[in-house]
């Protein structure tokens, strides 16, 4: 028997390799299919089915692909309606993969379809759980997601998540091992762990959400308290994962496609206003950068940044990607529903400067320099952290405008002021800077470091009591 996590952090995700005398399945894959599809050709194994634990809304799933490629079945859980062939499957329902079987076990509450898979050896044994977004670590999912109009609210899933919690989940073993479909960083909870499994009866100790004494009122009051709205590429994704989309083969081929400076410089110019993504490093964006692009770095929450703020999944992407990875950059686009890239600027920045394209600076100020300057006269400073952030402690004076939700809010800001941004430390504000300054802020500046470094200066902070 062989189970495989493989983790994706830049969206916090956990898809699952299963197999089993030559026979595998995979449960919640990536878009791309290679991962799985190399683990079967090494075990000389073929994939039986492709498994989904709901539909996904962070992430466009590679259930189309992955089937095509291998044959395998899709399957959903009950009441789920695909625009593709899949398999709906029944509450209990058993599957067979090799020596192992895995039991559909109807889950609602996160959605209406969730459904986890429970795993049993050829023995008999629950020896694991592939819980989907019913059950993290420390956390359960939002209920939140799937409402529909005059018909269900947040409360009315929430309940059911109680009742699939308590009634189908926390009377198995203790010694079973939970696999979530996501880990911390991901807005598919609020208090997920760092860590990506453990056994269910840790979970009945320390999950808040699967304590023994809780009502139905206090974990509907729990669970639904805090929520904070869901990115804006949420329900487009969702979409995506129920009536299909492009093969990652095309979408490759489409945004592979190199361009001149020239060429770049002309398809910047195009009627249907192209996104344009610098994802380099900060350093590299901050020293030199093509007028007008937005950044959002590779080595930071790169695809789930990117959704929230350009939910516009049709919007046409020109891309400049460190070198050599390119490809890496428009794959990982893809993971959350950007299939419109057209090309990435060939030879990068310094083939644009080569060619006579101007190019921008980012201004920056120190922790030491931007502390002399406020005290000498108080300046305008914007923390684009988040609430929570914000509330646990900021400097004296500063405007929060979290970055999430920056696209709306800028137009009440002063676009002619002269604002200094920080995050924690350093690339959420620079995102806002890139943001702000393609909506015609002209006075912005950077803080190295971000409120960790700032802190550390003598400026005055603003703490709870």
């Known amino acids: 028997m062989i189970i495989e996590q ?10 699952y390799y299963i197999e089993s005398k030559g026979e595998a399945a995979v449960i919640d894959p990536l878009r791309e299919s290679f991962p799985y599809l190399e683990r079967a050709e090494k075990g000389n194994a073929k994939i039986k ?4 634990t709901h539909f996904h809304a962070d992430f466009v799933s590679g259930h189309l692909d992955l089937a ?10 009950p009441g789920a309606e695909t625009g593709f062939d899949a398999l709906s499957a029944r509450d209990n329902q058993t599957f067979r993969v090799g020596d192992l079987t895995i039991v559909a076990l109807h889950t609602p509450g996160h ?10 050896t050829s023995e008999g044994k629950d020896y694991c759980l592939f819980s989907g977004d019913t059950l993290f670590i420390g956390d359960v999912g939002r209920p939140d997601l799937a409402q529909k109009a005059n018909e269900l609210t947040q409360e009315d899933l929430a309940g059911m998540l109680f009742d699939s919690l308590r009634n189908r989940i926390m009377p198995l073993a203790d010694d079973l091992i939970i696999y979530p479909a996501h880990g911390a960083g991901s807005a598919c909870g609020k208090k997920m762990s760092s860590e990506t499994f453990a056994n269910l009866g840790d979970q009945k100790k320390y999950n808040y959400a699967l304590r023994a004494d809780m009502s139905r009122e206090e974990f509907i009051r729990e669970v639904t308290d805090g929520l904070e709205p869901p990115p804006a590429y949420f329900p487009e994704n969702v979409r995506l994962n129920k009536e299909g989309y492009e093969s990652l083969d095309q979408v490759m081929l489409r945004g592979l496609h190199p361009l001149s400076a020239q060429e770049f410089a002309a398809q910047m110019k195009g009627p249907d206003q192209p996104l344009v993504l610098d994802t380099r490093s900060i350093s590299d964006f901050t020293n030199s950068h093509v007028p007008g692009s937005i950044f959002i770095g590779l080595d930071g929450s790169f695809a789930p940044w990117v959704g929230s703020l350009f ?3 049709e919007r046409p992407v020109l891309v400049i990607a460190p070198e050599n990875r390119e490809e890496e950059t428009v794959r990982r686009l893809s993971r959350v529903g950007y299939d419109n890239t057209r090309g990435y600027l060939a030879g990068g920045v310094s083939a644009w400067q080569k060619a ?5 600076k980012v201004p920056v100020l120190s922790p030491e320099q931007f502390a002399a300057l406020h005290r000498s006269s108080p300046v305008k400073t914007l923390d684009v952290r988040k609430p929570g952030e914000y509330d646990a402690g900021h400097i004296e004076g500063s405007l929060n405008a979290p970055l999430d939700y920056l696209q709306e809010n800028f137009i009440s800001l002063d676009p002619s002021a002269n604002w200094h941004l920080h995050c924690k430390g350093g690339y959420r504000s620079l995102i806002a800077w890139s943001v702000l300054r393609s909506k015609g802020f002209s006075n912005l500046v950077n803080l190295e470091g971000g409120y960790d470094a700032l802190i550390k200066t003598d400026l005055p902070v603003v703490q709870p009591v």
């Open 6 to 15: 493989i983790y994706t952090g830049c969206i916090s995700e956990a898809s």
């Open 49 to 52: 089915y492709v498994f989904e």
């Open 68 to 77: 095509q490629k291998s044959g395998g079945v899709i399957v959903y859980g």
């Open 111 to 120: 959605t209406l379809e969730s459904t986890c898979w429970l795993l049993r």
């Open 311 to 313: 939910p516009d999944l």
């Open 356 to 360: 006579g394209m101007p190019v921008e």
